[in-house]
């Protein structure tokens, strides 16, 4: 199941454009609030040179790629967290993604409407973060009733520390600060995970700009970068109407659209990467004249883990993987000439999988 990224916003920040740009998925897009109801879903390919270049390599009979799922999620206002506009359906939506992708207005265009009726980015980005500790406030607070009697009347460490993590949830929550600026213990993070918060779910800022600021930027992606490296985030330029042009291209015509532009990657493309660096991902591969695919993990994950991404039997019987660097591939041009110089390793169950490796993994069930 591809990794999912809740792209979220206040109304007529240009969400929808973007999302459709990037997944070429028609979501209605209108110059007026609330036009977004239910979410609209889009799964992509991430794009990946190492895998282009493996294929010429290998001439598999087929390629393919992993995918990241984008979820375009009803236009937050004010007074979400109470049920405003469609504050209770954006809320369950974002709940069940792996991270929030943050939209913010950049660009001044007298014939789109703010629903704030002026661009300011950092006030849209303190309405939606207040909405968001809002909802949490609320869910921790009810499980902190809840648990307070039991840890009072009983010495189970289990219930100690998830009584510990969620006054340090409330303490952040209260200061105004997100759940994941809470200092939790090795043992006490796990056991607020059921509890689905929001503001725990690692943020990317996206600057929608206008195509005059996508290279240098503008005194509002100014404001908002600043703020992204107070709270530890990152932004992403992008402009939704240029993406909106690109996605109509053909492939090829797109590379040499950029080139024009002066740019090397698309929007989607960095996009994809800077998720990735959020999320901490990494992508390894299987190749074959059969088949090259990619497979997305976490980082520092051993090998019977990444076997178990392509089925639960490979991590139940795994005895090793034989595994090489792409890198060394493309280097010495073919899987034999890496093996004769011996790059080629037999790993076992504690190898923790590089990015770019390749590997054919061995298991009996």
């Given at each position: 199941?591809?990794?999912n990224?809740?792209?979220?916003?206040?109304?007529?920040?240009?969400?929808?454009t973007?999302?459709?740009a990037?997944?070429?998925?028609?979501?209605?897009?209108?110059?007026?609030?609330?036009?977004?109801?239910?979410?609209?879903?889009?799964?992509?390919?991430?794009?990946?040179?190492?895998?282009?270049?493996?294929?010429?390599?290998?001439?598999?009979?087929?390629?393919?790629?992993?995918?990241?799922?984008?979820?375009?999620?009803?236009?937050?206002?004010?007074?979400?967290?109470?049920g405003?506009?469609?504050?209770?359906?954006?809320?369950?939506?974002?709940?069940?993604?792996?991270?929030?992708?943050?939209?913010?207005?950049?660009?001044?265009?007298?014939?789109?409407?703010h629903?704030?009726g002026?661009?300011?980015?950092?006030?849209?980005?303190?309405?939606?973060?207040?909405?968001?500790?809002?909802?949490?406030?609320?869910?921790?607070?009810?499980?902190?009733?809840?648990?307070?009697?039991?840890?009072?009347?009983?010495?189970?460490?289990?219930?100690k520390?998830?009584?510990?993590?969620?006054?340090?949830?409330?303490?952040?929550?209260?200061?105004?600060?997100?759940?994941?600026?809470?200092?939790?213990?090795?043992?006490?993070?796990?056991?607020?995970?059921?509890?689905h918060?929001?503001?725990?779910?690692?943020?990317?800022?996206?600057?929608?700009?206008?195509?005059?600021?996508?290279?240098?930027?503008?005194?509002?992606?100014?404001?908002?970068?600043?703020?992204?490296?107070?709270?530890g985030?990152?932004?992403v330029?992008?402009?939704?109407?240029?993406?909106?042009?690109?996605?109509?291209?053909?492939?090829?015509?797109?590379?040499?659209?950029?080139?024009?532009?002066?740019?090397?990657?698309?929007?989607?493309?960095?996009?994809?990467?800077?998720a990735?660096?959020?999320?901490?991902?990494?992508?390894?591969?299987?190749?074959?004249?059969?088949?090259?695919?990619?497979w997305?993990i976490?980082?520092?994950?051993?090998?019977?883990?990444?076997?178990?991404?392509?089925?639960?039997?490979?991590?139940?019987?795994?005895?090793?993987?034989?595994?090489y660097?792409?890198?060394?591939?493309?280097?010495?041009?073919?899987?034999?000439?890496?093996?004769?110089?011996?790059?080629?390793?037999?790993?076992?169950?504690?190898?923790?999988?590089?990015?770019?490796?390749?590997?054919?993994?061995?298991?009996?069930?």
């Amino acid at each position: 199941m591809p990794l999912n990224c809740g792209i979220v916003g206040l109304p007529n920040v240009g969400k929808s454009t973007i999302f459709s740009a990037l997944t070429s998925v028609e979501a209605v897009a209108a110059n007026y609030p609330f036009c977004t109801i239910e979410p609209n879903v889009g799964i992509v390919p991430v794009p990946d040179e190492r895998q282009d270049r493996i294929v010429t390599l290998v001439k598999p009979h087929s390629i393919v790629p992993t995918a990241m799922e984008f979820v375009d999620i009803a236009g937050l206002v004010a007074g979400a967290s109470k049920g405003e506009g469609l504050g209770n359906q954006f809320l369950a939506n974002i709940r069940s993604t792996d991270a929030t992708l943050h939209i913010v207005r950049c660009f001044e265009d007298p014939e789109v409407i703010h629903v704030a009726g002026k661009v300011d980015p950092l006030s849209d980005i303190d309405v939606i973060n207040t909405e968001l500790m809002l909802a949490d406030l609320d869910t921790v607070t009810k499980r902190h009733d809840k648990v307070q009697k039991l840890a009072r009347n009983t010495q189970d460490s289990k219930v100690k520390n998830e009584f510990s993590a969620l006054t340090k949830l409330l303490e952040a929550l209260n200061a105004g600060r997100p759940a994941r600026t809470a200092d939790l213990s090795d043992e006490e993070r796990p056991l607020t995970r059921d509890l689905h918060l929001i503001t725990m779910k690692p943020t990317l800022y996206v600057a929608n700009v206008d195509d005059a600021g996508l290279k240098d930027g503008n005194v509002h992606t100014t404001a908002v970068e600043k703020r992204a490296a107070e709270e530890g985030s990152q932004v992403v330029r992008i402009s939704g109407a240029m993406e909106a042009e690109i996605a109509q291209l053909e492939p090829a015509e797109r590379a040499e659209f950029l080139a024009e532009l002066g740019l090397s990657e698309s929007g989607l493309t960095r996009l994809i990467h800077a998720a990735y660096k959020l999320l901490g991902l990494i992508t390894y591969f299987t190749a074959g004249v059969q088949e090259v695919r990619a497979w997305t993990i976490r980082q520092g994950t051993k090998a019977p883990g990444a076997a178990g991404v392509i089925h639960t039997d490979f991590e139940r019987g795994f005895i090793k993987a034989d595994v090489y660097n792409c890198e060394d591939l493309f280097r010495l041009g073919s899987e034999q000439a890496v093996k004769e110089k011996g790059l080629l390793r037999s790993e076992g169950k504690e190898y923790v999988v590089k990015d770019g490796d390749i590997i054919f993994f061995k298991f009996n069930v």
